[in-house]
């Protein structure tokens, strides 16, 4: 009994050597990561930069431009000429001469009705016209030798032209059995087929020239006085994206509408490719013929935000102690004004020559070191077209 005691004794006496050893141990371990991260970051700041490394970033200068002031609206885009060719009398269709979508030229037959019934009495009237022609010649003759009065002579010539009207009418009722085309143009998808009987007033065909073609719009009565024909006019549709069409002012409303006190306007434009169709919606700019100066950047420059729109301004920094220059970004609040393609006007908080952060603002911050690289930077465009896929 008196050896286990001891023994434990002895235990209890080591322990504590133990573990101040431990401790030692512990605390040297952190001792020496203590001091490799202190040299890490000695390093670090001896770089320069606030102790953070450089970022890539594309960069833009601010430029001062002279763009012309745009009037803007929506308008609708109508044929020069445009006409849905319609039956004049009722009938059985016997043709159908063209096709649906198919270009067609003035005069062109597009639909015939069955004109036998009209065609018989036309012949019928022609051979009355002949028998009354002969019957007006002997009493002319009978007249010249005065065998017959002047009385007799006048009843054959008004025989005569009652006829002539006759043929005339028989001629004009089988023309109207045929409808042709108006004008110069591209048909639409027909709507009657061969063997349908037909009233008067039905609808055949749509008939659009469409090369030039118009644009309507309206515009604030207010804008009068800078409008004018032959300004220059942009017209955008949803159906070309990345597509502007260029035209002419040529027409303005006599007018001013009273409930809305706009004025109606009119561009003509070319279409050669028939890419505009009538009743499409178009987004217009007319072009105003002075030009104004304006501060520009790229619209991705620019860090959209509630509290307000800033760009990050490229600076170079000289560092006090190594005497090394660098360069660091400075977040500056802007305010913007017009856009054009890629491009956004500003009106306050940059100068012309400045360098801006062009692509990746938002994940930047205020007093960054950067490094310039404009190998893959973005080539803003003020009429982009958009890859086609």
């Given at each position: 009994m008196h050896d286990v005691a001891r023994a434990r004794e002895f235990q209890m006496k080591r322990i504590p050597k133990n573990v101040v050893k431990a401790g030692v141990g512990v605390l040297a371990i952190f001792a020496v990561?203590?001091?490799?991260?202190?040299?890490?970051?000695?390093?670090?700041?001896?770089?320069?930069?606030?102790?953070?490394p450089p970022t890539t970033v594309t960069s833009a200068e601010v430029k001062q431009e002279n763009w012309s002031p745009l009037l803007s609206a929506v308008g609708s885009i109508s044929a020069v000429q445009g006409a849905v060719v319609s039956t004049e009398l009722p009938g059985t269709v016997a043709e159908v001469a063209f096709e649906s979508?198919?270009?067609?030229?003035?005069?062109?037959?597009?639909?015939?009705?069955?004109a036998s019934a009209e065609e018989a009495q036309f012949r019928s009237a022609q051979a009355d016209l002949q028998l009354a022609g002969n019957d007006l010649q002997r009493s002319r003759d009978l007249a010249a030798r005065k065998v017959i009065s002047k009385a007799e002579l006048d009843s054959a010539e008004s025989k005569f032209k009652q006829k002539e009207a006759s043929v005339d009418q028989m001629?004009?009722?089988i023309e109207k059995k045929t409808s042709r085309a108006p004008f110069n143009g591209l048909a639409g998808i027909r709507q009657v087929n061969v063997g349908q009987v037909v009233k008067e007033g039905t609808q055949?065909?749509?008939?659009?020239?469409?090369?030039?073609?118009?644009?309507?719009?309206?515009?604030?009565?207010?804008?009068?006085?800078?409008?004018?024909?032959?300004?220059?006019?942009?017209?955008?549709?949803?159906?070309?994206?990345?597509?502007?069409?260029?035209?002419?002012?040529?027409?303005?409303?006599?007018?001013?509408d009273a409930a809305t006190r706009n004025v109606t306007l009119q561009g003509t434009l070319e279409n050669q490719d028939h890419v505009l169709k009538p009743g499409m919606f178009a987004k217009v700019d007319v072009v105003l013929p002075q030009k104004q100066p304006a501060?520009?950047?790229?619209?991705?420059?620019?860090a959209y935000a509630p509290y307000g729109d800033s760009v990050f301004v490229i600076e170079k920094k000289k560092d006090p102690k190594s005497g090394k220059?660098?360069?660091?970004?400075?977040?500056?609040?802007?305010?913007?004004?017009?856009?054009?393609?890629?491009f956004v006007t500003v009106t306050q908080g940059l100068k012309a020559?400045?360098?801006?952060?062009?692509?990746?603002?938002?994940?930047?911050?205020?007093?960054?070191?950067?490094?310039?690289?404009?190998?893959?930077?973005?080539k803003p465009q003020l009429s982009p077209t958009p890859a086609q896929t």
């Open positions: 990561l203590a001091a490799i991260k202190a040299l890490q970051i000695v390093k670090m700041t001896s770089g320069g930069g606030g102790g953070m979508g198919a270009t067609v030229k003035k005069g062109d037959l597009l639909v015939r009705l069955d001629r004009s009722m055949i065909v749509s008939v659009q020239a469409l090369d030039p073609i118009f644009v309507d719009f309206a515009l604030p009565a207010k804008s009068l006085s800078q409008l004018s024909p032959g300004l220059e006019v942009h017209v955008r549709t949803d159906v070309s994206p990345g597509r502007e069409f260029t035209g002419k002012l040529t027409a303005m409303n006599s007018s001013v501060l520009v950047i790229p619209a991705t420059a620019i220059e660098s360069q660091v970004i400075r977040q500056q609040f802007i305010r913007t004004g017009e856009t054009r393609g890629d020559g400045e360098t801006v952060v062009s692509s990746g603002v938002f994940k930047l911050r205020n007093g960054m070191p950067v490094v310039i690289n404009n190998e893959l930077a973005p």
